[in-house]
């Protein structure tokens, strides 16, 4: 099955700086990779995604590159601020089966 | 829309004792998938549920199931409660298989 590994597993940056998040993922049929943003207490929320047909997405200050040949996916926010600060889920999937989860990264981000 | 709601939202239950949660889906969403989510573990797939028929099936044991009924909405059970199936449990529905995934608040359930 597929496997999704997520790197780093906390992260600081300050304010302003920018934050990058990365995945990799085993099964070279998955074609869609989503990233959710889940604040503490809250339910994960989708924050952008990509499909194996495109090898970037970018919508304001967050972006999703993808490279199918190498497996991976990354998560790239600029100009970070407070409300940033949240674990962020990477995930992989198709439409055959179910979407796996990597094992998240906390962002903090100091002001 | 509404969004996906789950219900009860906080339960607490004692070892050797079974529950049900139940999960209603964002109005004309077929997929109802289920998530064990605890702090070690990250996000954990249980099953998912299309159009009644459970598609995909996670690594859990049988203790867990789940159904799903016509009018989408889904329950899932779990019997003989251990102390590790304390966590937040999240269902996610979409409206096809290659849509977007969008989760319920979670039920947390405490095992005593």
């Known amino acids: 099955g597929e496997n999704v590994e997520q790197h780093p597993s906390t992260l600081s940056v300050q304010e302003g700086d920018s934050a990058v998040i990365k995945c990799t993922y085993s099964?070279?049929?998955?074609?869609?990779f989503p990233w959710y943003k889940q604040e503490l207490g809250k339910r994960p929320q989708l924050i952008i995604d990509i499909r194996s047909n495109v090898g970037e997405k970018k919508d304001q200050r967050i972006a999703v590159t993808l490279n199918k040949t190498a497996k991976h996916f990354s998560l790239h926010i600029t100009e970070t601020q407070p409300e940033d600060s949240a674990v962020y889920f990477c995930?992989?999937?198709?439409?055959?089966?179910?979407?796996?989860f990597g094992g998240g990264t906390r962002l903090m981000v100091k002001p | 829309k509404a969004g996906v709601t789950q219900t009860p939202r906080y339960l607490i239950k004692t070892r050797g004792q079974q529950v049900t949660l139940s999960c209603s889906p964002i109005?004309?969403?077929?997929?109802v998938s289920w998530y064990q989510q605890t702090p070690g573990q990250g996000l954990q797939f249980l099953f998912e549920y299309f159009s009644e028929t459970q598609r995909n099936k996670g690594n859990f044991p049988g203790r867990f199931s789940g159904r799903q009924f016509s009018n989408s909405r889904s329950e899932m059970n779990v019997s003989t409660l251990e102390l590790g199936d304390s966590a937040l449990y999240l269902c996610?529905?979409?409206?096809?298989?290659?849509?977007?995934?969008?989760f319920g608040p979670g039920t947390r359930l405490t095992v005593l």
């Open positions: 099964d070279s049929a998955s074609n869609y």
């Open positions: 996610a529905s979409r409206q096809g298989l290659t849509d977007t995934q969008y």
């Open positions: 995930a992989a999937g198709n439409a055959g089966n179910m979407l796996t």
């Open positions: 109005s004309g969403h077929r997929s």
